[in-house]
């Protein structure tokens, strides 16, 4: 007859009580990252260089060469993306340079896609 088993015996969940506070720090966060948005503006033909130099110093925080440079992409190429946001942070940088592009009767188009 053995009785060791019984000395540390496993509980039917699989823990034990042998007193290890270590493992909840050993286990893997399940914080996950939100999904991504692409920001991007749209090339047309009305909408001033100047204008879209300032939607992006206002709205996206670019300084005025970099905004210019990256005006100029979309200038050239037909659109470039400004910025990468989590969902709500890119619907409202959309929403806001649409609105202050309608209010300023401009054409220009911003939109968002997932990464
Ligand atoms: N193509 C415009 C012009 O020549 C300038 C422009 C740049 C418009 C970027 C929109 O997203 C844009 N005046």
Known sequence: MT???QLMA???DGSNDDGD???ALKTR???K???LYKVMLLNDDYTPMEFVVLVLERFFGIGHGQATEIMLTVHKKG???VGVFPF???ETKVHQVMDFSR???HPLQCTMEKE
């Open 103 to 105: 209010r300023h009767q």
């Open 88 to 90: 709500e942070i890119a």
């Open 29 to 31: 966060p399940k914080t």
């Open 33 to 35: 990252r939100p999904p």
């Open 3 to 5: 009785l060791a088993p």
């Open 79 to 81: 659109l470039a993306v």
């Open 21 to 23: 506070v270590g493992l």
């Open 10 to 12: 496993d509980n039917d």
